[in-house]
Structure formats: structure tokens, C-alpha cells
């Protein structure tokens, strides 16, 4: 019903910078929040932003992440800069959706997509 596409992941070198972007398609009425996860190996998954009428960011990223919003294209990114080796991770978008006036909200998640950082 509802398909989050996932893309920007990469490798790249301490102190740089990506940015995600995630879309959303399918039967949308309205778009609650909109954010991104990551999962690292052994870890569990953590919320690193999300974005709804104010935005939310782990204390890890403070400062170095933003998170945004096209309304208008169901779509959410994340700038990520002066990257760690310790964000290493698979960063998952997530977007709780309604698809009808009168349905209930429901969690969407994408595929996920490798972000690694290098020392």
C-alpha cells in the first residue's frame, strides 16, 4: 500500500558529508511523521531524527544532522556532516501514514540503505 524508497548511502571518509533521501509512495492521505533509523551490527535499532510539525534529533547527532520534509513529494532527507566512523550503520526511513480519512495510522518502513564512515 505505502512504499518508502531509500537512497544517498555510501562510504565516505570521516569529517564528510551525505544526504539521505527517502520517498514515499502508494496510497498516502496524509503523512504523520516522517524520520530515520539506524541499525549497527550487534546493535539494536535507534532513532536518529524525525520530523513532524517540530523536529527531533538523538543526542548523538545534534549539531551535525538536519533532517527535512517535502510535503508536496513525500519525501524526507537527512544531511548528514562531519560524519563519525561511530555512524557507521543501515539507515532505515520511516514514515507513519494514513491512507484514508478515516484509517488508522500505520508505521512504513523502507529497505534500509549502508551508510559507513572510514577513520
Known amino acids: 500500500q505505502v512504499q518508502l524508497v531509500e537512497s544517498g548511502g555510501g562510504l565516505v571518509q570521516a569529517g564528510g558529508s551525505l544526504r539521505l533521501s527517502c520517498a514515499a509512495s502508494?496510497?498516502?492521505?496524509?503523512?504523520?511523521?516522517m524520520g530515520w533509523y539506524r541499525q549497527a551490527p550487534g546493535k539494536q535499532r535507534e532513532l536518529v531524527a524525525s520530523?513532524?510539525?517540530?523536529?527531533n534529533y538523538a543526542d548523538s547527532v545534534k549539531g551535525r544532522f538536519a533532517i527535512s520534509r517535502d510535503n508536496a513529494k513525500n519525501t524526507v532527507y537527512l544531511q548528514m556532516n562531519s560524519l563519525k566512523p561511530e555512524d557507521t550503520a543501515v539507515y532505515y526511513c520511516?514514515?507513519?501514514?494514513?491512507?484514508?480519512?478515516?484509517?488508522?495510522?500505520?508505521?512504513?518502513w523502507g529497505q534500509g540503505t549502508q551508510v559507513t564512515v572510514s577513520s
Open positions: 502508494g496510497s498516502i492521505f496524509s503523512i504523520n511523521v
Open positions: 520511516n514514515a507513519v501514514v494514513k491512507t484514508a480519512y478515516f484509517s488508522a495510522l500505520r508505521t512504513y
Open positions: 520530523i513532524s510539525g517540530s523536529t
